[in-house]
């Protein structure tokens, strides 16, 4: 009752939320307002340039992204001092608005300084920033683009500085003339000078577009820096009684008062950001598709989502500012060390509160949205890239686990000294199956009718069952030794195999559609080389030549094989834990793991009139309350690449260089983590197709 209470309250306020007391820029509901102009604005810009960019070279998109990583490398100096000022010059309750103001001074002067130094810093090293911060396809053409971009860091501290500071001092108006004028200037330049429409008859250069985003950033931060100068420090000197005593300009010990908390932010922003830029430089270094991507899904995130996000954070910093220099004063600003009781921090951090949850309810449905709907045509408006669009989307989905735990992750060189695979039936059991298979043969069923009630294993039973729980809760493999298969006839060593079989698997899939060329369910399937009796390009599979098979899975969840006899050429048995080759893609290359998720053209040797299927090759299974999460990876290089005397149709697209390069990763990391499961006669492997990769040699 109490919580409806409240709620009826809170509704019942809502008409004095917006009066006209309540939307002057002193109030959280207009500086929110103020706020969500000022920062809308430059976002809308962002998304802009892109588009201007996109329509003079699409490939060029990623450029732009070079101002952004500029300003992020700066970040840990806009987020230092200017982050004191909350707490500093928002302290309207201890500290007279000249003091303020000279902090305000204090800061814009040390900011703009320290911004310069950083802007020659660059334009002194723009080739090693090119080096780490723009794709290989466009660094040649991106050097005067960085050193004209070097510029803005200097023009994005100055307004940074402003824009804070002024925040502070309840003037969010301020900003949102910095961003009106950026944003207006921005506009008419580029319809001017490089949209579809421009004046004159040359041909609009991203270099161009750099030219007057850093025109028109310098415009902006000295118009935001008169304007304050004009409306509060000039507006104080005239109109204002203060103490002749209380000075206004910058100085040494107001920039001391400031370093003590800007110093720990300065701190928490640096390890941050260069954390940040580790991963954007990994990020480019994938190319420029990539790199293009993640600057789109960017200007998504900070365009769309992060919009209101930042104007509640500025609005409920500047309220806590307030609320903190109203306790500081009540505790007594003199007081060293004062300690402040849990009524104290809820009533100093209540805005922050009432941040979160309009940020909840607003971000939320968003952030769903453009899950399932919105982030690809986005993205393609954006870039016009369907390939970065796909990028963008898969990142903004960012469905697929970074790690994969547990005893389906194992070690080729390694997993022999934690688990033996192997297991070898007793004489007892040996028996037991003999009579199984005795009691089958007197039934005078097909082999269709293998079950666990018709192959009955009544000791061997419940260890089987646990070796079915190996194959999909522990390693995802084990091998069954010790039938003598030269004391069975061919038709009885299939009973057995089949027998067995039922009791780890019950349900037994289709491998080929015809037998002696003609149609029928054919479940069980000899391999052996027939490339000796007829010509290879009518075989269809290597596993019936002495070709080596690279690294594959077969169809169904579980395959099995029994060792009727050793080849006198081939056949040895490598496996590989999938989720180890996942883990490694998903740490040194996750945009392979981007690519085996998308549709694939897979060849149909089957079907004469379908030539091929589309299908992912890497599926993802989230976890439920009764299934834990899962990755399945179900492929086979032939479908892509054919092999040897039947080549890939072509009346089938091509692979792309990235699935190209997908297949080879697949290969060759499988063989690097790989085991011998020493395959011997009389030996049932049995392997969970979705979690193994395994090859012939």
Not at 29 to 53: C, D, E, H, Q, R
Not at 154 to 176: H, N, Q
Not at 551 to 558: E, R
Not at 677 to 688: E, L, P, R, V
Request: positive net charge.
């Amino acid at each position: 009752m109490k919580i409806l209470n409240s709620i009826s309250r809170r509704i019942r306020r809502l008409p004095s939320a917006f009066s006209s007391s309540a939307i002057h820029r002193t109030h959280y509901t207009g500086s929110l307002l103020f706020n969500l102009a000022s920062f809308i604005l430059p976002a809308l810009y962002g998304t802009l340039s892109k588009l201007w960019v996109a329509n003079i070279d699409s490939s060029m998109v990623v450029l732009t992204d070079a101002y952004t990583y500029m300003n992020t490398a700066s970040e840990a100096v806009n987020e230092g001092l200017p982050r004191a000022a909350w707490v500093i010059i928002g302290d309207k309750a201890s500290r007279s608005l000249g003091k303020r103001l000279q902090l305000t001074h204090t800061l814009i002067a040390f900011q703009s300084v320290i911004g310069l130094i950083l802007s020659i810093v660059f334009l002194a090293a723009a080739s090693s920033f090119a080096k780490n911060f723009v794709p290989e396809e466009v660094r040649d053409a991106s050097l005067t683009y960085v050193r004209i971009a070097s510029f803005t860091v200097f023009s994005g501290a100055l307004e940074t500085a402003v824009a804070t500071a002024t925040r502070a001092l309840d003037k969010p108006d301020i900003p949102l003339a910095i961003s009106t004028v950026k944003f207006a200037v921005n506009i008419i330049l580029d319809f001017l000078l490089i949209s579809k429409f421009h004046v004159g008859s040359f041909t609009p250069t991203v270099n161009m577009q750099g030219t007057i985003q850093l025109v028109c950033n310098l415009v902006a931060a000295f118009a935001g820096l008169i304007y304050f100068l004009w409306s509060n420090t000039w507006s104080f000197k005239r109109h204002t009684s203060h103490d002749p005593q209380e000075k206004l300009r910058p100085s040494f010990d107001a920039l001391k008062v400031l370093l003590r908390p800007g110093l720990i932010f300065f701190t928490e922003s640096a390890v941050r950001n260069a954390l940040y830029l580790w991963l954007v430089s990994t990020i480019v270094a994938l190319g420029a598709v990539y790199a293009t991507a993640w600057g789109v899904f960017n200007t998504i995130r900070w365009g769309l989502i992060m919009v209101p996000v930042q104007a509640l954070e500025a609005t409920a910093l500047q309220f806590i500012g307030h609320n903190w220099g109203d306790w500081r004063r009540r505790v007594d600003i003199s007081t060293r060390k004062p300690q402040a009781s849990l009524k104290d921090l809820r009533g100093i951090v209540r805005p922050a509160f009432r941040s979160l949850v309009i940020a909840l309810v607003f971000e939320v449905p968003i952030a769903i949205f453009l899950t399932l709907f919105g982030a690809k045509p986005f993205a393609s408006y954006i870039s016009v890239s369907e390939e970065v669009a796909e990028v963008t989307a898969y990142m903004w989905r960012n469905g697929f686990p970074k790690q994969l735990n547990g005893d389906l992750v194992w070690e080729g060189d390694s997993v022999g000294q934690t688990y033996d695979w192997t297991y070898k039936l007793s004489e007892d059991q040996l028996g037991e199956i003999d009579q199984a298979l005795q009691h089958f043969k007197g039934l005078g069923l097909s082999l269709g009718h293998l079950t666990t009630e018709t192959f009955p294993l009544p000791n061997l039973h419940s260890e089987l069952r646990k070796l079915s729980d190996e194959l999909h809760k522990g390693h995802g493999f084990f091998v069954i030794r010790g039938v003598n298969v030269d004391n069975y006839t061919r038709e009885e060593n299939a009973i057995i195999y089949v027998g067995i079989s039922s009791h780890i698997a019950s349900q037994r899939g289709r491998q080929d559609s015809k037998f002696n060329g003609k149609p029928a369910d054919v479940v069980l399937t000899h391999v052996k080389d027939l490339s000796a009796g007829q010509d290879k390009s009518a075989i269809g599979s290597p596993a019936y030549t002495t070709d080596r098979q690279v690294f594959h899975t077969d169809s169904g969840d579980i395959v099995s094989l029994f060792c009727l006899q050793t080849a006198l050429e081939g056949g040895a048995s490598r496996i590989a834990s999938t989720w180890r080759v996942y883990n490694e893609l998903a740490r040194t290359r996750p945009d392979l793991i981007h690519t085996l998720s998308q549709n694939w053209n897979v060849e149909n040797f089957a079907n004469p009139n379908k030539k091929f299927t589309t299908r992912p090759l890497l599926y993802h299974q989230k976890a439920t309350d009764t299934l834990p999460e899962r990755v399945a990876l179900q492929y086979a290089r032939r479908y892509f690449v054919g092999f040897g005397a039947l080549p890939r149709s072509h009346d089938i697209p091509p692979i792309t260089e990235a699935q190209a390069e997908a297949l080879d990763a697949l290969h060759f990391l499988g063989d690097k983590l790989s085991v011998s499961t020493n395959f011997a006669k009389g030996d049932m492997q049995f392997i969970n197709n979705l979690a193994v990769l395994r090859k012939s040699e």
